[in-house]
């Protein structure tokens, strides 16, 4: 938003242009694709998921916290439906 209050202008798409990105493993990526997980993971690598969503959330991030847990976040571009990016995220979790 302007500081006017009128709509800031979206640039143009370029056809074929390349959206991929990259997740936290530097794996290559597409919006749309894959499943998000988040949740607190324990020091001894336990996972407590707090939700599983469709696509990349690319805001949702892994940091830090008190001397217990961490906020905990990965983006699974395989996995084909929740169930499977819960699975991949607590294996990824024990693996350390």
Do not use: K
Not at 53 to 78: C, K, Q, T
């Amino acid at each position: 938003m302007n500081p006017d209050m009128t709509p800031t202008p979206t640039p143009p798409h370029t056809p074929g242009q390349d959206h991929a990105r990259t997740d936290t493993a530097g794996r290559r990526r597409s919006r749309g694709r894959g499943y998000t997980v988040i949740g607190i993971r324990d020091l001894d690598g336990s996972l407590t998921v707090a939700g599983v969503i469709a696509g990349d959330v690319f805001l949702a991030d892994s940091e830090p916290g008190p001397e217990h847990a961490s906020r905990w976040a990965d983006y699974f571009p395989d996995a084909d439906n929740p169930d499977t990016a819960e699975r991949l995220a607590h294996d990824q979790c024990a693996d350390g």
